[in-house]
């Protein structure tokens, strides 16, 4: 499992790294060529946006909107990964769909893994279900993300949707939020129908969980991590 969690470490941040800050111009390749490009742009140059401040700034919003889209990516396959080794859960519920409502149109989104109690027995069985709020659920789906930071209005009635039809189905909805950093009032309107975990709580969770210290398993990677992310932020000095 160590190995399968490393790799994924490796593969995500790799992405980032091979970041190319031009992919969406076919007439820009270095930043000279965008400042040029910026010169001759008359929404931006009358108000000196045709500078080099202006561009690492540009640049490298994208680049950190990029990072933070794989770090999700990355914590959900570390979950999936926990997930099957430490619970054997089947493939088919790593990522169990359920059919929600968006704008009054029946729509299949899937979930980031489905526990079902009746797969297990004794102290197991005892152990899971003593994490939910309702005893009386027939088992957990969880929604993993690593920070909340999109305001939209319905993303987030989507994945209030979500919730409800979960918990149709009798199972209890958990999302885990792995940042303290999340904007504050999605976050406060989703703990309405998420039973809701947020920075070191969801790390904790994790290990009530599985019995892996999820958290600990990132600081013992810190030099693979350092190595990737000195990298990232060295492409715009």
């Given at each position: 499992m160590?190995?399968?969690l490393?790799s994924?470490?490796?593969?995500?941040?790799q992405?980032?790294?091979?970041?190319?800050?031009?992919?969406?111009w076919?007439d820009?390749?270095?930043m000279?060529?965008?400042?040029?490009?910026?010169q001759?742009?008359?929404a931006?140059?009358p108000?000196?946006?045709?500078?080099?401040?202006?561009?690492k700034a540009?640049?490298s919003?994208?680049l950190?909107?990029s990072?933070h889209?794989?770090?999700g990516?990355?914590?959900?396959?570390?979950f999936?990964?926990i997930?099957?080794?430490?619970l054997?859960?089947?493939?088919?519920?790593?990522?169990?769909?359920?059919t929600?409502?968006?704008d009054?149109k029946?729509?299949?989104?899937?979930t980031?893994?489905?526990?079902?109690?009746?797969?297990?027995?004794?102290?197991?069985k005892a152990?899971?279900?003593k994490?939910?709020?309702?005893?009386?659920?027939?088992?957990?789906?969880?929604e993993?993300?690593?920070?909340?930071?999109?305001?939209?209005?319905?993303?987030?009635?989507a994945?209030e949707n979500?919730a409800f039809?979960l918990?149709?189905?009798?199972?209890?909805?958990?999302?885990?939020?792995?940042?303290?950093?999340?904007?504050?009032?999605?976050v406060?309107?989703?703990k309405?129908s998420w039973?809701?975990?947020?920075?070191?709580?969801?790390?904790d969770?994790?290990?009530k969980?599985?019995?892996f210290?999820?958290?600990?398993?990132?600081?013992?990677?810190k030099?693979?991590i350092?190595k990737?992310?000195?990298?990232i932020?060295?492409?715009?000095?």
């Amino acid at each position: 499992m160590i190995a399968k969690l490393r790799s994924a470490l490796e593969k995500h941040l790799q992405k980032v790294t091979d970041f190319d800050p031009f992919k969406k111009w076919d007439d820009i390749n270095t930043m000279e060529d965008f400042l040029l490009k910026l010169q001759n742009d008359p929404a931006f140059y009358p108000f000196f946006l045709n500078n080099e401040m202006y561009l690492k700034a540009r640049i490298s919003g994208n680049l950190i909107t990029s990072l933070h889209k794989k770090l999700g990516d990355l914590y959900e396959e570390m979950f999936h990964i926990i997930l099957e080794h430490k619970l054997s859960v089947p493939p088919g519920d790593l990522k169990f769909k359920v059919t929600i409502k968006i704008d009054d149109k029946d729509q299949e989104r899937s979930t980031d893994g489905l526990i079902r109690f009746d797969n297990y027995s004794g102290c197991t069985k005892a152990k899971l279900v003593k994490l939910t709020k309702n005893p009386n659920v027939q088992g957990i789906v969880f929604e993993v993300r690593s920070c909340y930071q999109i305001g939209d209005s319905k993303r987030i009635q989507a994945d209030e949707n979500m919730a409800f039809a979960l918990k149709l189905l009798k199972y209890e909805p958990i999302m885990l939020i792995f940042c303290n950093t999340s904007l504050e009032s999605p976050v406060a309107r989703l703990k309405k129908s998420w039973n809701l975990f947020e920075g070191k709580k969801s790390f904790d969770f994790v290990t009530k969980l599985s019995g892996f210290n999820l958290l600990n398993f990132l600081k013992q990677e810190k030099e693979l991590i350092r190595k990737h992310i000195d990298k990232i932020f060295l492409m715009f000095n």
